[in-house]
């Protein structure tokens, strides 16, 4: 995903009132009149200038609100918008990235000049270089795609009544002592990329989102949980009210937290954090990973990774979800793409350049943002559900521990090595007993997903839709 520089930013008075900023086109403040595709075209025209053998340019215009709010009454509220470019020169088999935030064309000229100067200098990459023009996406459905609410935006005290409204609902439930915050917030994002081997393309994807953090209990006995909600169209976004009161309840139910006993145990990630464990799969299997030999799945291609039965599937043409996009970060048509297949993986993740360093084809998962070249990155994935609820997995426990928060990280990347801070709730005879914290668990990723049992609770609206996962044998490092 393109994120914009949020260049100005402007603080809100008690009432909410947001001042107009407008991004400019020269330091004398102008209000910028070119589009995105015009802005484009003259970084490209200004590398021709410049000296460079081919370039891509990408333009990305960005605006953002967020209301933040505390005690009922607003603590933080803030606008932000911003113009940034980026340009990609390249001389012979050399390249370099320039970005700038000023859309003035004396700085676009000096931005393309000091690029070919820095490619000049870089060392040669055999690998580096612009697609082939008949790779380029041709065609595409961005209005299927549904990124963009065509609706009028929230006004601030709108967005700050959403806020008000989850806290109250927190403070609500029986046991919340305070409310450490609550927020809401949109955002709206506008790309156009474009290439001097002919690829012209953009879109635009927007956001709007409510979260509350509730503490409940007093003293040394607080313990804190939140909830959070984000959809790419507002009338999508669940009440702020049942937002609250989720932050309220997860809080409460925390009170009274134990450390669980230590030895091997089976583990539920609950569905709020399961994705996480594949994520390390999806690590495991970037290009930029294999291509650099570091990697615990280097030799793992038409290999089982997953029990069989299951599969990960990439689907980037899903409507209304943030992980879709109607071409990637190269100008290559995106496609459905099955990454494992009955438990048996079918291929790396894979840019243009990471491609041709492993001799294969790009899988159309370039992403980028201004300052850098593309990376290859996995969008929206799917895994396999079970037939199973959450607590049906839980009643075949027995004894073990629901992880519904982790804390930090220690993962190897070369053996997949896996330990992390936990905490949640402790099973006995499939029932639970009790929250915990303070306790760590670890295991090696490659028996770990080899073990998984999914359950039926992977939530539709989540770029990655992954359901609990129960995994055998853990390690519980605890009292």
């Known amino acids: 995903m393109f994120w914009p520089t949020l260049a100005f930013v402007c603080a809100l008075a008690a009432d909410v009132g947001i001042k107009d900023t407008v991004a400019t ?10 589009t995105l595709a015009q802005l484009s075209e003259q970084m490209l025209e200004a590398a021709r200038r410049a000296g460079a ?40 088999q050399r390249q370099a990235c320039v970005s700038v935030s000023d859309t003035n064309a004396d700085t676009i000229s000096q931005m393309a000049q000091r690029a070919v100067a820095m490619a000049r ?14 790779q380029l996406a041709q065609e595409w459905d961005v209005a299927a795609l549904e990124l963009q609410d065509p609706n009028a935006r929230p006004t601030p005290k709108k967005m700050e009544a959403l806020a008000l409204e989850a806290e109250a609902a927190a403070l609500g439930v029986a046991g919340v002592s305070q409310v450490q915050g609550a927020s809401a917030g949109y955002s709206d994002t506008e790309i156009y990329l474009a290439t001097s081997n002919g690829f012209r393309g953009g879109y635009s994807r927007g956001g709007f989102s409510v979260s509350c953090a509730a503490i409940a209990g007093e003293g040394l006995k607080m313990e804190r949980d939140y909830a959070g909600e984000a959809r790419n169209h507002l009338a999508d976004l669940p009440d702020a009210a049942g937002i609250g009161q989720q932050a ?54 038409g290999k089982p990774v997953l029990p069989k039965g299951l599969s990960l599937v990439e689907n980037p043409f899903r409507p209304r979800i943030g992980g879709s996009r109607p071409f990637d970060g190269e100008g290559l048509p995106v496609a459905l793409r099955d990454v494992v297949v009955d438990g048996v993986l079918q291929g790396w993740t894979l840019d243009l350049a ?18 850098a070249p593309p990376s290859p990155s996995a969008g929206n994935l799917a895994l396999t559900q079970g037939v199973d609820s959450r607590d049906d997995l839980i009643a075949k426990m027995g004894k073990g521990l629901l992880i519904t928060s982790l804390i930090g990280a220690t993962i190897n990347p070369n053996t997949g090595d896996y330990s992390r801070g936990a905490a ?28 998984i049992q999914p359950a039926n609770d992977a939530r539709a609206h989540l770029s990655r839709q992954v359901s609990s996962l129960l995994v055998e044998g853990l390690i519980i490092a605890g009292a």
């Not at 086109?25 to 070119?34: A, D, L, R, V």
């Not at 669980?260 to 999806?282: K, Q």
């Not at 990471?354 to 943002?369: E, F, I």
């Open 424 to 451: 949640g709730f402790w099973v006995e005879n499939g029932e639970i007993t009790g929250p915990v914290n303070g306790c760590t668990i670890a295991g090696n990723l490659r028996e770990m997903l080899m073990s």
């Open 121 to 134: 200098e870089a060392p040669e990459d055999p690998t580096c270089g612009l697609a082939d023009t008949e």
């Open 354 to 371: 990471t491609a041709r360093k492993l001799g294969m084809q790009s899988t159309g998962n370039a992403s980028r943002g201004v300052s």
């Open 248 to 301: 309220g309840q997860r809080a409460v139910e925390r009170i009274g937290a134990t450390t669980p006993p230590t030895g091997a145990y089976p583990v539920l990630f609950d569905e709020r954090i399961s994705s996480s464990l594949i994520g390390h799969l999806v690590s495991g299997i970037n290009g930029s990973a294999i291509v650099r030999g570091a990697s615990w799945l280097s030799g793992d291609l």
């Open 53 to 92: 053998d081919g370039a891509d340019a990408i333009a990305v215009d960005g605006t953002s609100v967020s209301i933040e709010v505390r005690a009922g009454a607003l603590e933080h509220a803030e606008r932000a918008e911003g113009v940034d470019l980026g340009l990609r020169v390249f001389v012979g």
């Open 25 to 34: 086109n020269s330091s004398e403040g102008y209000p910028m009149t070119q």
